[in-house]
């Protein structure tokens, strides 16, 4: 079974592909930009933190929150300059987040909070992948999930038949031992 993580950076990544955003299908589930000013704007979505939160503890069931960082990239243009084209693709990522929130879908469940922490904004000159200049904005999310701790089918695979004996205090000498055999069904 994926990671819950690896589920939600691909939830965001289908979201933002779908959402009709200047980026279009230009969404990425990776922390590694590999983007020239030809190919943008484009999305990189990736976590950074995943943390339990203690408080919120129930022992079957952990709350846990994700650092989550959505990046978008724009190429710099006279006509269109890097700091109007990094808010424009910020609006649009962010209006397409909210509209999952709104509408109580949460990412089709996967998440039961996400919140807007901080936007930052950069410009990134020839630095190789960028010719000659684009514009960075980081939409830092935390994200909210519960992961169930309790046993999935998948742990299960070593152990799908229990054989109990229970050895009876005080019985006849020649009782046989009670015994009783468990099998765990497929899902």
Known sequence: MASQRKLIRHAVVALLAGAGTAAGARVYASRIEPFKSIQLPAFAVYTL????DEDAESG??????????????VAH????????????LAEQAE????ATISTGSMLGGLVTDIALVSTRMQLVAE?????????QVTLKYAVTYLRDLTAT????DDFRTVDAKYDLVGGVVDTA???DTFT????
Not at 49 to 52: H, I, L, Q, R
Not at 127 to 135: A, M, Q, V
Not at 153 to 156: H, Q, S, T, V
């Open 153 to 156: 089918a998948d742990d299960l």
């Open 60 to 73: 079957l069931v952990e709350t846990r929150v994700i650092e989550m960082d959505v990046d978008g990239w």
């Open 95 to 98: 209006n397409a987040i909210i």
């Open 49 to 52: 933190t995943d943390e339990v």
């Open 77 to 88: 243009k006279d006509s269109a300059p890097a700091d109007d084209a990094m808010d424009d």
């Open 127 to 135: 630095n190789g992948l960028s010719d000659p200049t684009c514009g």
């Open 177 to 179: 031992i009670p015994e």
């Open 184 to 187: 765990v069904q497929e899902p």
